[in-house]
């Protein structure tokens, strides 16, 4: 009877707050529900319509769609209906890893709680970060505040140059 409860509640907790389910952030790999390689489409099946959308200049790619929901930015690869992420970025503290790890986790927590992370400086700002920043290669970058050494963005990516 008293797993029935859980289980209960777990489900009744689960339709109350639709979006705790999607606030995780899998490194290499997606951050809010937000894959590398959706479309547009897909990110607005699983999202809904974003706060805000833009088309940017980009210094590589010419033109990039980027949409905005909340604290997460989502990246494509184009403009066209069928790019591809190439980029998710959160600044929103709710967005954290299965080990807790996000936005406000200090530098030793990403460091122990995070496998095959490194942290260093890199054109003059700290990361803590997941793979290689070289073209094709997936990263996922924990950017370091250098006042309060804490987590003040994520962002899991594709890189282009």
Do not use: W
């Not at 797993?3 to 995780?24: D, W």
């Not at 607005?44 to 805000?52: F, K, S």
Request: glycine share 10%.
């Amino acid at each position: 009877m008293r797993g029935l409860t859980v289980a209960t509640l777990t489900v009744a907790a689960a339709a109350l707050f639709p979006g705790a389910a999607a606030a995780n952030i899998l490194p290499q790999k997606s951050i809010a529900g937000i894959e590398l390689g959706m479309v547009r489409a897909d990110v607005v099946d699983l999202r809904g319509d974003p706060d805000r959308e833009r088309i940017v200049d980009h210094e590589i790619l010419g033109k990039q769609r980027v949409m905005r929901y909340r604290e997460t930015k989502v990246a494509f690869s184009g403009t066209r209906p069928r790019s591809e992420v190439i980029a998710v970025s959160t600044r929103s503290a709710a967005q954290r890893t299965n080990t807790g790890i996000g936005v406000g986790s200090t530098e030793f927590e990403v460091e122990s709680s995070i496998k095959g992370i490194r942290c260093r400086p890199r054109l003059g700002v700290r990361h803590c970060f997941k793979g290689q920043f070289r073209p094709g290669q997936r990263v996922t970058d924990f950017v370091i505040s250098k006042d309060e050494g804490t987590v003040t963005k994520v962002t899991v990516a594709i890189v282009i140059d």
